[in-house]
Protein backbone atom coordinates (compact mmCIF):
# COMPACT_ATOMS: atom_id res chain seq x y z
CA UNK A 1 0.00 0.00 0.00
CA UNK A 2 3.04 2.59 0.94
CA UNK A 3 3.75 2.09 -3.01
CA UNK A 4 0.54 3.53 -3.92
CA UNK A 5 1.05 6.67 -1.88
CA UNK A 6 4.31 7.12 -2.81
CA UNK A 7 2.49 7.29 -6.29
CA UNK A 8 -0.02 9.38 -5.80
CA UNK A 9 2.82 11.84 -3.83
CA UNK A 10 5.02 11.94 -6.46
CA UNK A 11 2.34 12.59 -8.70
CA UNK A 12 1.56 15.27 -6.84
CA UNK A 13 4.69 17.17 -6.21
CA UNK A 14 4.37 16.47 -10.14
CA UNK A 15 1.67 18.65 -10.83
CA UNK A 16 2.48 21.16 -8.01
CA UNK A 17 6.18 21.64 -9.53
CA UNK A 18 4.41 22.08 -13.11
CA UNK A 19 2.17 24.67 -11.64
CA UNK A 20 5.15 26.95 -9.52
CA UNK A 21 7.35 26.29 -12.68
CA UNK A 22 4.73 28.06 -14.74
CA UNK A 23 4.44 31.06 -12.82
CA UNK A 24 7.85 31.30 -12.69
CA UNK A 25 8.07 31.49 -16.14
CA UNK A 26 5.25 34.00 -16.38
CA UNK A 27 7.39 36.10 -13.75
CA UNK A 28 10.56 35.79 -15.64
CA UNK A 29 9.67 35.46 -19.10
CA UNK A 30 5.79 37.94 -19.05
CA UNK A 31 5.89 41.06 -20.08
CA UNK A 32 2.67 42.01 -18.07
CA UNK A 33 2.54 43.62 -15.15
CA UNK A 34 1.19 40.81 -12.79
CA UNK A 35 1.14 37.37 -13.61
CA UNK A 36 -2.50 37.39 -14.66
CA UNK A 37 -1.64 40.30 -16.87
CA UNK A 38 1.48 37.86 -18.32
CA UNK A 39 -0.92 34.93 -18.36
CA UNK A 40 -3.09 37.27 -20.93
CA UNK A 41 -0.57 38.43 -22.76
CA UNK A 42 0.97 34.81 -23.21
CA UNK A 43 -2.67 33.32 -24.46
CA UNK A 44 -3.19 36.37 -26.84
CA UNK A 45 0.12 35.89 -28.13
CA UNK A 46 0.04 31.76 -28.87
CA UNK A 47 3.04 30.95 -26.51
CA UNK A 48 1.11 29.93 -23.48
CA UNK A 49 2.22 26.38 -24.56
CA UNK A 50 6.00 27.05 -24.11
CA UNK A 51 5.42 28.59 -20.86
CA UNK A 52 3.95 25.61 -19.76
CA UNK A 53 6.96 23.50 -21.11
CA UNK A 54 9.92 25.56 -19.51
CA UNK A 55 7.83 25.74 -16.06
CA UNK A 56 7.47 21.24 -16.64
CA UNK A 57 11.56 21.81 -16.21
CA UNK A 58 11.23 21.98 -12.60
CA UNK A 59 9.29 18.43 -12.49
CA UNK A 60 13.35 17.42 -13.65
CA UNK A 61 15.03 18.41 -10.57
CA UNK A 62 12.19 16.43 -8.44
CA UNK A 63 12.36 13.82 -10.57
CA UNK A 64 16.02 13.35 -10.12
CA UNK A 65 16.01 14.21 -6.83
CA UNK A 66 13.81 11.44 -5.99
CA UNK A 67 15.76 8.96 -7.92
CA UNK A 68 18.90 10.01 -6.34
CA UNK A 69 17.25 9.15 -2.71
CA UNK A 70 15.97 5.63 -3.83
CA UNK A 71 12.36 6.87 -4.18
CA UNK A 72 11.44 5.07 -7.67
CA UNK A 73 8.06 5.06 -7.08
CA UNK A 74 7.47 9.02 -6.22
CA UNK A 75 10.18 9.43 -9.24
CA UNK A 76 7.62 7.96 -11.39
CA UNK A 77 5.00 10.02 -10.19
CA UNK A 78 6.61 13.18 -11.21
CA UNK A 79 7.19 11.10 -14.53
CA UNK A 80 3.60 10.63 -14.90
CA UNK A 81 2.86 13.87 -13.97
CA UNK A 82 5.10 15.57 -16.80
CA UNK A 83 3.54 13.17 -19.25
CA UNK A 84 -0.31 14.34 -18.73
CA UNK A 85 1.15 17.94 -18.32
CA UNK A 86 2.61 17.06 -21.89
CA UNK A 87 -0.16 15.68 -23.43
CA UNK A 88 -2.61 18.45 -22.01
CA UNK A 89 0.21 21.24 -23.93
CA UNK A 90 -0.46 19.13 -26.67
CA UNK A 91 -3.77 19.63 -26.44
CA UNK A 92 -4.13 22.75 -26.11
CA UNK A 93 -1.53 23.61 -28.97
CA UNK A 94 -3.33 21.90 -31.55
CA UNK A 95 -6.62 22.69 -30.94
Known amino acids: MKTNKDLYIGLIIGFVASIIGLLLSLLIFGTGSSIGDSLNIALAQGVFTKLVSIGALLNLAA ?3 FINTNKEQRAKGVLIATIIV ?7 RFT
Not at 86 to 92: C, G, Q, R, V, Y
Request: cysteine-free; proline content about 0%.
Open 63 to 65: FFF
Open 86 to 92: AIITLII
